[in-house]
């Protein structure tokens, strides 16, 4: 719905559609790129659960220096620059670009179509409404 409680699309030239459309996409693959940071997140932290039980085990075996290895030099270790782990890059990613980003988005949403979102795909629903000879409800 726009900002007014209209599902009319705002009335905007193809281009300034075809620029908003742009920027919509850009944060929507952004999200994306997030969920997969996310997923990183979670990978990673499975993995080293994983190491983390495998030390025991490895030192039950008597192969102490592979145990020690897991504890002194995998687990406290970063995943980015020997420090940065997995949270660390997420939160930077999700405080940082992604934060800009989507606020760049909804200042462009204000400024060329009075904060309504989807203005491309609300047009093109109407004409494709109107060809069918179906007109949407305000």
Sequence with gaps: M????????ADLTEDERAALHQVELGLEWLHRAHGHLVEFHHNTGHAMDHLAEA??????CGYDDLADAVRDRYLPHGVIDDDRWSYDVLESFQEGFLDEIEGFEREA???????QRHAAERA??????ERAGRERPE
Excluded: H, M, N, Y
């Excluded at 030390?55 to 039950?60: A, G, N, Q, S, Y």
């Excluded at 949403?109 to 904060?115: E, L, N, T, Y």
């Design 55 to 60: 030390e025991p085990l490895l030192r039950e």
């Design 2 to 9: 726009a900002p007014d409680g209209s599902t009319a699309p």
């Design 109 to 115: 949403r204000d400024v060329v179509a009075d904060g």
């Design 124 to 129: 093109q629903e109407r004409t494709w409404k």
